[in-house]
């Protein structure tokens, strides 16, 4: 048994690894500041079902807080850090840049540091695909040349990766940085692509669309990506950069008529300009996790999307 502290654990892609963790024989510290960018609510909904397992602990703090995360990690005796707490969203990150440095720069430090004071044996950090950018080159391979994010969330990821490395070099911490494409299923944020459009989709409202549905993104299913990260846990040694997507794509407009065809209502479609920030496609190399780690996703856009209206439509109240 491993004690592997998760921060941002109570959000959407931390309370599914929680879930898979525990049910590996982990004991679980989930690390959440419950923070405002969408409704604290849900995210105690996300771990309501956990809190009663016996090896399972909740944590409510700040990885800003340099001295509380000293003080409990010389006591808790982490085995691996799984580093998913962030500041999300590449436009909220345009309008609030430096919210976004420290957050995710400054804070993803701060655990590095205590990680290396306490011996944690293994450090995973979430990445993003935003960090490709607008390369031309696609599929995007984790050897591409990634210094011109567009975005203040990009480059604080990318500033991340950086970080983690600087790590691994000076003190040999093993690191392994996930790169997720999109990830989307149950409990996903409210505020991306797939549950607003949902939401729009079923409550008869107008879908804003930015640009003329052309852009193109690799979607990755939940289940897939909890899949990437266990398989990270167990292989991660040295350093290493993986992309974690399906490694297919999918048209903006294709998505909302998939959507819409899955909830049996026609879309109302607002289109609007691009937006700044925003890539034209994302879509993943995932070759490199394929051979080191044994990643291979198995839920396409079209049972995704299924699944993921099945389910919001059974908790439509949320």
């Known amino acids: ?32 500041c419950f923070n405002d960018y969408y409704d604290v609510s849900l995210k105690h909904q996300n771990i309501a079902a956990l809190q009663s397992h016996s090896n399972y602990t909740l944590v409510e703090n700040d990885i800003l807080n340099f001295e509380f995360l000293r003080d409990y990690f010389a006591a808790a005796k982490i085995d691996v850090v799984v580093h998913l707490a962030a500041r999300a969203g590449v436009r909220p990150s345009i309008q609030e840049p430096r919210l976004y440095q420290k957050v995710n720069v400054e804070g993803t430090n701060n655990l590095l540091e205590v990680a290396k004071q306490f011996g ?14 607008e390369n031309e080159k696609i599929p995007f391979s984790e050897s591409d040349f990634v210094d011109h994010p567009i975005s203040p969330y990009a480059s604080t990821k990318k500033a991340g990766e950086l ?34 459009f949902t939401t729009s989709i079923h409550r008869g409202e107008a879908i804003p669309m930015y640009g003329d549905g052309s852009t193109r993104r690799d979607y990755t299913y939940i289940t897939d990506i909890i899949d990437g990260i266990l398989r990270t846990i167990e292989h991660c040694h040295r350093y290493h950069i993986y992309n974690l997507g399906e490694s297919k794509t999918i048209e903006l407009s294709k998505l909302i008529n998939l959507i819409s065809n899955c909830l049996g209502k026609k879309p109302d479609i607002q289109m609007l300009p691009n937006q700044p920030g925003d890539v034209p496609v994302t879509y993943a190399d995932i070759t490199k996790a394929q051979k080191e780690i044994g990643y291979q996703p198995q839920v396409g856009i079209e049972q995704g999307i299924e699944r993921f209206v099945q389910w919001f439509t059974e908790n439509s109240r949320i």
Do not use: W
């Not at 944690?120 to 950018?133: D, E, H, L, N, T």
């Not at 911490?173 to 607003?196: E, H, N, W």
């Open 163 to 196: 970080i983690c490395y600087t790590y691994h070099h000076l003190y040999g911490l093993p690191v392994s940085c996930l790169r997720f494409f999109t990830v989307y299923g149950p409990r996903q944020r409210p505020d991306m692509a797939i549950r607003k």
């Open 1 to 32: 048994m491993q004690k592997i502290l998760v921060t941002g654990g109570a959000g959407f892609i931390g309370s599914h690894l929680s879930e898979a963790l525990l049910r590996q024989g982990n004991e679980v510290v989930c690390l959440d």
């Open 120 to 133: 944690v044996k293994k450090f995973i950090f979430a990445s993003s695909s935003s960090v490709y950018g």
